[in-house]
């Protein structure tokens, strides 16, 4: 019987992304050799965290209230778009950018079977023309599908006056040239400033 009360637990853990077997059965170790409280308030925070957190009305982000934090207080003149709502905690880290910003909830996938209509675009455009929006960033990823919806995006802001960016590519600040591949110093090539 205990043996299977841990397996459950494990097997909860292992449904996390990334978290494997061993990493799994460590946390499940950690759970049950801590204190009571502790596990207690663990189990309160991921239910009060699933009853509570939703989606910001006007641009998508994680929030506990109808507008973000974010889209209260932000110069809304430049919208910074987004995958995911993660992404956003990512591109806050950067603690210097003060536009809001605009979730798509996917990328344009023709091998997922994820077009245009099924991504956060018309509320996008719908976003850019009512608030005068003078430049959208696409901050997807630097892959097939986020370079592609970027594209798409562009195209469609581009006719109205909007100024488009993309996100700089290539190799990371502190790393050595001889590490990186070519694709990372192509786009480092590609996207060079002037100094």
Do not use: W
Not at 174 to 193: H, I, P, Q
């Amino acid at each position: 019987m205990q043996e299977d009360l841990i397996e459950k637990l494990i097997e909860q853990f292992r449904t996390l992304p990334g978290v494997g077997y061993k990493t799994a059965q460590r946390y499940a170790f950690s759970i049950i050799e801590g204190k009571e409280e502790r596990a207690k308030k663990f189990a309160n925070a991921i239910i009060e965290a699933k009853e509570k957190i939703g989606f910001c009305k006007e641009c998508g982000n994680f929030t506990d209230k109808e507008i973000c934090s974010i889209c209260q207080s932000r110069n809304r003149k430049i919208i910074c778009v987004v995958t995911e709502p993660k992404d956003i905690i990512s591109m806050e880290k950067v603690k210097s950018y003060n536009g809001v910003y605009h979730v798509l909830f996917g990328t344009i996938s023709p091998l997922e079977h994820r077009g245009p209509n099924d991504i956060k675009i018309r509320e996008l455009l719908k976003r850019v023309q009512e608030e005068n929006v003078e430049e959208v960033i696409m901050a997807t990823n630097p892959d097939v599908e986020g370079d592609a919806t970027a594209m798409y995006i562009a195209k469609l802001l581009k006719p109205l006056g909007i100024k488009v960016t993309r996100l700089a590519q290539g190799v990371a600040m502190g790393s050595d040239l001889e590490y990186a591949d070519e694709v990372t110093l192509s786009k480092a090539l590609e996207d060079r400033k002037q100094i």
